[in-house]
């Protein structure tokens, strides 16, 4: 409230107007999911819909209980996550290096980057046989799938991050004598950092995406093997309270991320 002081009486209104609308946005939110949550509840109860196959939220809360009364939801829980954070951090760091590889190395790119087009559009899922066979029916595979989601996308988005710098200012550092490494420390990644925020927000749902569907392949363990197994023995309160787990989670993630997001604007400014 004291650096507002300093600021014009305008520029004071306009700073209220904003955390007065980012409360309304986030009233609204939280009013809609309110009121979801409660037409899918009433429906249930007076049986507009089958609760059997649709669930309610109430029977997902039971759900939820039973499965930490059991011991089970920690667990369940603590498998995929760790799977999808170990995938996410890999698949980031290296998407990341290649991408600077490709940058600095144009020959490289030229050679390299077709692939990499296929690769992304090469269904992972046609894979799985021969992930088993490499990797086993472990995490092992299910980090690996993850990775091999999340990858090529990240070094797609990086290395279009890194070609989109401006180019005035690469012909500016040029002309002042700076070298390769400088302008890629100076330049070159200082700019591709909405870039990297992007990645990182799409790698988010990669990733997850690779957990789980590692999961439905080789796991014996997580909320990919819950919803599996929920399918299989009709248990589908099982399966929403995976699913509604697994929303929370990837929330939490992606909330993450949009705070790392928060931290560096601030810090740019």
Same mark, same amino acid.
């Given at each position: 409230?004291?650096?507002?002081?300093?600021?014009?009486?305008?520029?004071?209104?306009?700073?209220?107007?904003?955390?007065?609308?980012? @409360?309304?946005?986030?009233?609204?939110?939280?009013?809609?999911?309110?009121?979801?949550?409660?037409?899918?509840?009433?429906? #249930?109860?007076?049986?507009?819909?089958?609760?059997?196959?649709?669930?309610?939220?109430?029977?997902?809360?039971?759900?939820?209980?039973?499965?930490?009364?059991?011991?089970?939801?920690?667990?369940?829980? $603590?498998?995929?996550?760790?799977?999808?954070?170990? $995938?996410?951090?890999?698949?980031?760091?290296?998407?990341?290096?290649?991408?600077?590889?490709?940058?600095?190395?144009?020959?490289?790119?030229?050679?390299?980057?077709?692939?990499?087009?296929?690769?992304?559009?090469?269904?992972?899922?046609?894979?799985?046989?021969?992930?088993?066979?490499?990797?086993?029916?472990?995490?092992?595979? @299910?980090? +690996? =799938?993850?990775?091999?989601?999340?990858?090529?996308?990240?070094?797609?988005?990086?290395?279009? $991050? +890194?070609?989109?710098?401006?180019?005035?200012?690469?012909?500016?550092?040029?002309?002042?004598? #700076?070298?390769?490494?400088? =302008?890629?420390?100076?330049?070159?990644?200082?700019?591709?950092?909405?870039?990297?925020?992007?990645?990182?927000?799409?790698?988010?749902?990669? #990733?997850?995406?690779?957990?789980?569907?590692?999961?439905?392949?080789?796991?014996?363990? $997580?909320?990919?093997?819950?919803?599996?197994?929920?399918?299989?023995?009709?248990?589908?309160?099982?399966?929403?309270?995976?699913?509604? @787990?697994?929303?929370?989670?990837?929330?939490?993630?992606?909330? #993450?991320?949009?705070?790392?997001?928060?931290?560096?604007?601030?810090?740019?400014?």
């Amino acid at each position: 409230m004291k650096n507002l002081m300093n600021y014009s009486q305008e520029h004071r209104l306009y700073v209220r107007n904003e955390k007065r609308k980012s @409360i309304l946005v986030n009233v609204a939110r939280f009013a809609i999911l309110l009121i979801f949550l409660i037409i899918w509840e009433l429906s #249930a109860h007076f049986e507009w819909i089958n609760p059997f196959i649709t669930s309610s939220p109430s029977r997902i809360a039971k759900a939820i209980v039973d499965l930490y009364q059991n011991g089970s939801l920690f667990y369940h829980v $603590g498998t995929t996550l760790w799977e999808t954070l170990v $995938g996410f951090f890999i698949a980031v760091f290296l998407g990341y290096s290649i991408a600077l590889l490709l940058w600095w190395s144009e020959a490289f790119r030229r050679i390299t980057e077709p692939y990499f087009v296929v690769l992304n559009a090469l269904p992972k899922i046609a894979l799985g046989p021969l992930i088993i066979i490499w990797c086993g029916t472990g995490s092992k595979a @299910i980090v +690996f =799938i993850t990775v091999l989601i999340g990858l090529i996308v990240a070094i797609l988005n990086m290395l279009n $991050g +890194f070609m989109s710098t401006d180019e005035n200012k690469l012909l500016l550092l040029k002309s002042m004598g #700076a070298s390769k490494t400088q =302008i890629l420390t100076k330049l070159v990644i200082p700019s591709s950092l909405p870039n990297f925020i992007s990645m990182l927000k799409i790698n988010v749902g990669m #990733a997850w995406i690779g957990s789980i569907m590692g999961e439905y392949i080789v796991s014996k363990a $997580g909320i990919g093997y819950l919803i599996v197994y929920g399918g299989q023995v009709f248990k589908l309160d099982l399966v929403m309270s995976a699913v509604f @787990i697994l929303c929370v989670l990837a929330a939490a993630m992606y909330a #993450a991320v949009t705070l790392l997001e928060k931290l560096v604007i601030k810090n740019q400014k």
